[in-house]
């Protein structure tokens, strides 16, 4: 674990710098990594802007294993905002934020959302309040499941953008609890890193060879001017993801073929009696396959003793629901399809199936599903932060 962390901490200080390609807002992406474009500079708008984010989602998960329980999830989540470009750099954006399920009374949550960016330089963007969302943080799914984006509270906190080169991502801290003196509840938070080394061109036009991404998590549940019964817990997750891309501007079907090899660790850094083991790894080879609407993607997973505070409990050692189950060894094939569409620019449909074999087991678990994003934005203030995304922001090295 050690070696891990350093390797990740002298990788982020080597690396060559150049200009920013900002992040975009994530919080609405869908399970399915959508087509991204960039706003150029001539067609950003001084002053006041508006926008309408919402996405509709269907996904039912029939999981069976004891790990956790099977649940669907049926609902909307829908953000109105408004921003006003102070600067040429610096932007404030206000709004709601509020989820909802099918046959519910009431909101899951409504939320106010607050926040300010600041295109501090050429390669670095600072964002403060309300935060995009996992999507803007991308991990592996034993780390984060990229079902959050449906079920959890929306991030507030601070998040810096960092885009050179060879390195892009984001550092973030998001704050889940807020505590006060004497109160009986643990503060709580979560804090990491999710980066892209490279990629370091091969042969072929538009061909990214190599890249590296490493993530690292951190989840702390404690506080000192709280008194209350809970064991403090602090939790560290990393990640290594070295991948070889191929792709060909001539293929006719495929775009892009990925083979990944994920490094995953787990570290108890307080708490360590909670779980029945303070230290695990795990590793997970995985191919991908992109096309024009289809993506798929197959992995063999083992891990030995692993836990991750918001991954899917499906590649944990213990269980969500059963504190006296522990299963050591995990090994699980994992594979998925998604279908993407756009609609007209305005967002895009999406339908998304995964399997987990538990090969101990001999069990089947699985998910599927539907979300519709849109993003209608009514009218647009000069942003600090370009949309960048996909193609277009590949060719932009």
Do not use: C
Not at 75 to 86: E, H, I, K, L, N
Not at 104 to 113: D, K, L, M, N
Not at 223 to 229: F, K, R, T, V
Not at 338 to 354: C, E, I, P, Q
Request: no cysteine.
């Amino acid at each position: 674990m050690k070696k891990l962390l350093a390797v990740a901490s002298l990788a982020a200080t080597i690396i060559p710098s150049t200009r920013l390609l900002a992040q975009a807002d994530g919080l609405f992406d869908d399970l399915a990594h959508a087509g991204r474009y960039e706003v150029e500079d001539d067609d950003w708008l001084w002053g006041v802007g508006a926008g309408l984010d919402a996405t509709f989602f269907f996904k039912n998960n029939e999981y069976f294993s004891p790990h956790i329980e099977g649940y669907t999830l049926v609902g909307y989540q829908v953000r109105p905002t408004v921003s006003y470009a102070m600067l040429p750099d610096l932007t404030l954006t206000a709004g709601l934020q509020a989820l909802r399920y099918g046959g519910t009374e009431s909101a899951a949550y409504v939320r106010p959302h607050f926040a300010v960016k600041w295109q501090a330089t050429e390669w670095l963007g600072v964002q403060a309040g309300s935060l995009p969302g996992l999507a803007s943080h991308p991990q592996h799914e034993a780390i984060q499941d990229p079902e959050g984006q449906l079920t959890e509270r929306p991030e507030f906190g601070a998040q810096l953008w960092i885009s050179r080169p060879r390195l892009r991502g984001s550092v973030w801290v998001n704050w889940r609890k807020f505590i006060f003196m004497g109160d009986t509840v643990p503060e709580r938070f979560t804090a990491g890193m999710s980066l892209t080394l490279g990629p370091w061109g091969g042969a072929g036009a538009g061909s990214r060879f190599f890249s590296m991404p490493v993530s690292l998590a951190f989840d702390h549940i404690g506080g000192q001017i709280s008194d209350y019964p809970d064991t403090m817990q602090s939790v560290a997750n990393v990640g290594l993801s070295p991948t070889l891309n191929v792709e060909r501007s001539g293929w006719r079907f495929v775009q892009r073929l990925s083979f990944s090899l994920h490094m995953l660790g787990f570290h108890a850094m307080a708490g360590s009696e909670v779980r029945p083991f303070a230290n695990g790894v795990a590793i997970s080879p995985e191919a991908r396959l992109t096309a024009k609407y289809l993506q798929a993607n197959v992995a063999w997973y083992h891990a030995n003793d692993f836990y991750a505070p918001h991954g899917n409990p499906l590649f944990s050692s213990v269980s969500n629901f059963d504190r006296a189950y522990y299963a050591s060894k995990r090994d699980l094939v994992v594979f998925g399809a998604s279908f993407v569409k756009a609609l007209g620019g305005l967002g895009r449909f999406a339908f998304d199936a995964k399997g987990y074999f538990d090969a101990r087991a001999s069990r089947l678990d699985y998910s599927y599903g539907f979300t519709f994003v849109l993003t209608p934005g009514l009218s647009r203030p000069h942003a600090p932060f370009r949309r960048e995304y996909g193609a277009k922001a590949a060719d932009a090295d």
